[in-house]
């Protein structure tokens, strides 16, 4: 068997965007897939803000609709609505976005195996050993260099030795029918979702999305918020399959390794106050694929010439990663009433609407807004966080 340059594990937006980058470079790529078909078990809302559409190959037919607007309700129900003239973000069709980002690599060059569950990864010193599972039928593929994309709290990474992941939250989404309904909706409260929020998300015509993201019991939580949705008459009915999904919160403690470099939700490089992976994954497979082109050519696979690509993430998204956390955590310590109360001061003091007009409100970019926010006294106060040696 011939020496492939890269195997990439797991056919997600991170792994399959890898791999386009890498094949268009003129390496020989293998994908590996655990699933028969893509998309068909993710769980996911599919917002990726405008930014991204603009900075990667995402294919139109994927988008569903564009989003400007967004109301967010206080736990008693108090709106704020968000609202921008132009397009900040739109609703993607999971399964036809991977799809489409798989066909991109692919026409590239890159090869794709479904139905190969990657059990075991072993790095020597000149190849990779890549331990595939297809239909009980176990093989072994090598290469120079191993990429693992393989989605939330992967096993393989910790068997690596890259450590594992510090901090998450799971998720919980299910279809609902709709009459009229046609703006995005976020609802706090620890009733609703205790340190997190839930969402009912328009897609297509009198179709939406139903989730939360919650620490214990989210499938309880989601049953609730059907019941009260189907009490106020937002949905009409909600017969979908519930779906559950993890979301990493914190990054693994080292993303690289000898011959070995680990992108998107098996990385952690998501945004902790949202949850949103598939922007920042790509943004940190584009840093992948630049540091392994050059190791690549130059043969140098060690883990001192792929610590280039944590040092070029880090750069990128570090500082979001750590503000958006330490908010993040903040957030959960606050009580419905705290939040209640930042929500009455935002509106009587007119900070809702300078952070509105504020340059630094982004759907991708939290960490300059959030630090804005904290940086009125009175919302500080009312978040308690004026003593901290943060503040
Ligand atoms: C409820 C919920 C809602 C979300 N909504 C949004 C949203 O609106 N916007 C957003 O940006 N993000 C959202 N996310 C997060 C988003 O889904 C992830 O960040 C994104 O899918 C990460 O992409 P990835 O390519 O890193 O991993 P994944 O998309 O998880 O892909 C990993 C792939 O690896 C495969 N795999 C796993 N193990 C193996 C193995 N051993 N061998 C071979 N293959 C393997 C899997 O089958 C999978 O296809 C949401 C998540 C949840 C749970």
């Known amino acids: 068997m011939s020496l492939l340059d890269v195997i990439v594990i797991g056919a997600g937006p991170t792994g399959s965007y890898l791999a386009y980058k890498l094949a268009d470079a003129g390496y020989e790529v293998l994908v590996l897939e655990r699933e028969e078909e893509l998309g068909k078990k993710t769980c996911c809302t599919g917002i990726i803000g405008r930014e991204c559409v603009n900075s990667f190959p995402v294919d139109e037919q994927a988008i569903i609709r564009w989003v400007n607007s967004a109301s967010i309700f206080s736990p008693s129900g108090k709106p704020f609505r968000v609202f921008r003239e132009e397009n900040q973000a739109c609703v993607v069709d999971r399964t036809a976005f991977d799809l489409a980002?798989?066909?991109?690599?692919?026409?590239?060059?890159?090869?794709?195996?479904?139905?190969?569950?990657?059990?075991?990864?072993?790095?020597?010193?000149?190849?990779?050993?890549?331990?595939?599972?297809?239909?009980?039928?176990?093989?072994?593929?090598?290469?120079?260099?191993?990429?693992?994309?393989?989605?939330?709290?992967?096993?393989?990474?910790?068997?690596?030795?890259?450590?594992?992941?510090?901090?998450?939250?799971?998720?919980?989404?299910?279809?609902?029918?709709?009459?009229d309904f046609d703006e995005v909706e976020v609802y706090f409260g620890r009733k609703i979702a205790p340190g997190f929020f839930a969402w009912l998300v328009p897609t297509t015509s009198g179709k939406a999305l139903a989730g939360l993201l919650s620490r214990r019991s989210p499938g309880i939580y989601l049953g609730k918020l059907l019941n009260s949705l189907l009490d106020k008459g937002k949905i009409v009915s909600a017969d979908g399959e519930l779906s559950y999904g993890g979301i990493p919160l914190k990054p693994l403690a080292r993303t690289y390794g000898e011959r070995l470099v680990v992108v998107g939700d098996a990385a952690g490089q998501v945004k902790p106050t949202t949850g949103g992976g598939v922007y920042y994954g790509l943004l940190c497979a584009d840093i992948a694929a630049n540091t392994l082109k050059m190791a690549l050519k130059t043969d140098d696979l060690s883990a001192k010439s792929l610590s280039r690509y944590e040092r070029g993430w880090k750069k990128k998204i570090g500082r979001e990663l750590r503000v958006g956390y330490w908010s993040r955590k903040l957030y959960e310590r606050l009580t419905d009433r705290q939040v209640d109360r930042i929500f009455d001061i935002m509106k009587s003091s007119g900070i809702d609407r300078a952070l509105l007009e504020a340059k630094e409100l982004s759907f991708d970019w939290h960490s300059d807004i959030l630090l804005r926010l904290l940086g009125y006294r009175a919302v500080a106060k009312a978040a308690d966080v004026l003593k901290t040696p943060f503040y």
Do not use: C, P, W
């Open 101 to 179: 980002m798989a066909e991109q690599a692919q026409g590239r060059g890159a090869q794709y195996r479904f139905g190969s569950q990657v059990r075991d990864i072993k790095i020597g010193d000149s190849e990779v050993a890549v331990e595939v599972n297809q239909q009980g039928e176990e093989s072994i593929h090598k290469a120079r260099v191993a990429v693992v994309a393989a989605g939330f709290a992967s096993r393989l990474t910790e068997k690596l030795g890259t450590g594992m992941l510090g901090d998450f939250v799971m998720g919980a989404q299910t279809e609902v029918s709709t009459r």
